[in-house]
């Protein structure tokens, strides 16, 4: 289901719970960090469930011992794109791994006004349907100001 | 899209004011005997960092007033943690410092057991060392030196950021040189994020003070200036033969008063560099040696043969021919 009851995207890790506070995400870029990950972060304004590359804010962190520098990367993020989602993402450069190992959202827009279905009728009696977001109607930037 | 009949954590639209005791909070700090401490003897116990100051002791020669120094920073930090644990103190004390003294007088080595030091007694989350220079802070072009910077200083969260000939930071000769937005960025996190990572500024001491005195906001936010002395020729010798001793060499019938009148003609000498020039001393007569050994194509070598150095490896240095004056090389 895309629309879910709490009217707020859920996608990655801890979507469903209650926001995290800074001392949770602190503790889980430790927990990666310890497990040799690079954490970067990254933006967007569209919410999209297909939307799975987000911009980067500045390059993946390689080589931190600490997650006090993640940090403020992260809340130089959240103070350039305030109302954006952002979400950290977690890489293992691990020989035949080479993927992303964990992904959550740590800030979110005030308000998530959430995705209505829209409706195309194709050929004979066929319809398509698809979802869309009501924060897309605006442009980039201006969606949830 | 309707409201939901049930409720899920975090859906409410108004979000109550976060507990104080919520699980952010218990992940934050658990209590631990460190903080429970009432005594010199009880936090020593628990940080076991006696063990880190013994090794310093032990292992480098000479640097009497270094040592002192250390150890009554590892004192102020000891009381400090005593009297943080009975809330008579919030701050946490900067411990941002600067080593001066002649190349090879041990600054980098002792920077290492610094930030060992200022992690066993929970100063640095992590007690690791990022050695940089001028070239990894400051850029080429505009707008470049900003996120090196940054970049090292994220590095060298949670542990000791060394700065090696900090000086070159400061090019007086060209006002628009980016190194002023280094140190400017530098001042900014010294200040304000003391717990996250402690600043070494290192490099030759004339240089290093004409280098505060231009940056008078840096100097301010340095709590302890260590001067690294000279080694004595006797120091040398010593730092010789542990360096042998660690690499399974040493000295044969001889060749010790050879080294020490070697020693005696090289400070003398130009580029001479302490610690780093015995290093090097060393490695020439290895080298020497090995050459010697190899000549000897049918011989069988021994374990005495193949461990010791004798005087003739040490005696065709260039510091021994007559009338020399220039750096020593093979
Ligand atoms: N007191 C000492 N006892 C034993 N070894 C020493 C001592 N001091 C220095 N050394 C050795 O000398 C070498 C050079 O020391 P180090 O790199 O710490 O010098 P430095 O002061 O940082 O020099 P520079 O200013 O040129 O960077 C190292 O290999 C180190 O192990
Ligand atoms: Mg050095």
Known sequence: MITNPTGRITQGQFSFLPDLTDDEITAQIEY?????YAWSVEYTDDPHPRNTYWDMFGMPMFDLRDAAGVMQELR??????????????????????????MSFIVNRPPTEPGFGLERQEAEGR???????SYATDRPENERYS | MSTPRYSIPGSAPSVPPRDPEGPGAAIAQAPDAMERARSVAAVLAESQVEQVL?????????LA????????????????????????QAETPSMHM???GNPGTGKTTVALRMAEILHRLGYVRKGHLVAVTRDDLVGQYIGHTAPKTKEVLKKAMGGVLFIDEAYYLYRPENERDYGQEAIE?????????????????????????????????????????LDFPDYSVDELQQIAERMLAQRHYRFGAGAREIFHQYLERRIQQPHFANARSVRNALDRARLRQASRLFAERDRELGRDDLTTLLPADLLASRVFAEGSAGEATP
């Open chain 2, 98 to 100: 600067s080593f001066t």
């Open chain 1, 126 to 132: 066929t319809l398509r349907y698809t979802v869309k």
């Open chain 2, 185 to 225: 960025i530098l001042l900014q996190v010294m200040e304000n994020q003391r717990d996250d990572l402690v600043v070494i500024l290192a490099g030759y001491k004339d240089r290093m003070e004409t280098f505060f005195r231009s940056n008078p906001g840096l100097s301010s936010r340095i709590a302890h200036h």
């Open chain 1, 76 to 101: 130089e993020c959240r103070k350039t794109f305030q109302g954006h989602y952002i979400r950290m993402v977690a890489f293992d450069s691990t020989r035949g791994i080479e993927s992303i190992t």
């Open chain 1, 32 to 36: 990666g960090l310890r497990k040799g």
């Open chain 2, 65 to 88: 007033p270094v040592k002192q120094r250390i150890r009554d920073i590892a004192a102020l930090l000891v009381i400090d943690k005593l009297r943080m644990n009975l809330g008579l």
């Open chain 2, 54 to 62: 013994a090794d310093l002791d032990r292992d480098l020669v000479g």
